[in-house]
């Protein structure tokens, strides 16, 4: 059974930074495809940055050059991915979700980012 768990979210100012976590765990599992996306107060859920296993990126317009997609493979019984988010702006306050793919998609339970202006 995979599991998909996020960390570090919390309140940081304007300008300021931090870097989003998640751990894929999960038995001979390999990602084709990992990333995130978040959901804004009282708005839909959007993509922010993916990554496939062949290492090519997607950034949406408005966090391009701010934030950066990384991940750390263990083995196949664990992988982490990263978000470093930096330049932040109360626009980028949302709950944030990560997601891992393989022949379907797993998704975690999310991790609120709060840009205060």
């Known amino acids: 059974q995979v599991q998909v768990v996020e960390s570090g979210g919390g309140l940081v100012q304007a300008g300021g930074s931090l870097r989003l976590s998640c751990v894929v765990s999960?038995?001979?599992?390999?990602?084709?495809?990992m990333g995130w996306y978040r959901q804004p107060p009282g708005k839909g859920r959007e993509l922010v940055a993916s990554?496939?296993?062949?290492?090519?990126?997607?950034?949406?317009d408005s966090v391009k050059g701010r934030f950066t997609i990384s991940t750390v493979s263990r083995d196949n019984a664990q992988n982490t991915m990263y978000l470093q988010m930096t330049s932040l702006r109360p626009e980028d306050t949302a709950h944030y979700y990560c997601?891992?793919?393989?022949?379907?998609?797993?998704w975690g339970q999310g991790t609120q980012v709060t840009v205060s202006a």
């Open positions: 997601y891992a793919g393989q022949f379907r998609t797993y």
């Open positions: 999960g038995r001979d599992f390999e990602w084709k495809a």
């Open positions: 990554l496939t296993r062949d290492g090519i990126t997607n950034y949406a």
